[in-house]
């Protein structure tokens, strides 16, 4: 598998635990609905803009580390007993675009960064 094709197979793969939202919110107006799924997607939208901008490195940072965070948040909302739990979905896609994301691209971005230097350095 080429690796544009792995990218979208891995947006594909933390978009469905996403929609584990539709899942939680199901007794809610279709427009409520609609609109906080959209939102906690919003976060790896993000990656596919960088991705298609050619920022490749920091867009698979941004996607791998939203990703993990937003499964992290479905499995402790949907394990939660606590009522407000579901609440968990309206705040994710906040910490993804001020923690999560810039976290893993940074990291994406140095390593690059390191990887570079090393090859420089051994040429």
Do not use: C
Not at 25 to 52: K, Q
Not at 92 to 117: C, D, M, N, Y
């Amino acid at each position: 598998m080429t690796e544009p094709h792995r990218f979208w197979v891995v947006v594909a793969i933390a978009a469905l635990s996403q929609l584990s939202v539709a899942y939680t919110y199901a007794s809610a107006p279709l427009i409520f609905l609609t609109l906080i799924v959209l939102w906690n997607i919003a976060p790896l939208l993000v990656a596919v803009i960088m991705y298609v901008a050619g920022a490749r490195s920091p867009a698979w940072g941004w996607l791998v580390a939203v990703a993990i965070f937003g499964l992290w948040s479905v499995l402790a909302v949907l394990r939660s007993d606590s009522s407000t739990a579901a609440l968990g979905f309206m705040w994710t896609p906040i910490w993804s675009f001020l923690i999560a994301g810039p976290i893993g691209a940074g990291i994406a971005i140095l390593a690059v960064k390191e990887r570079s230097a090393n090859q420089n350095g051994q040429k």
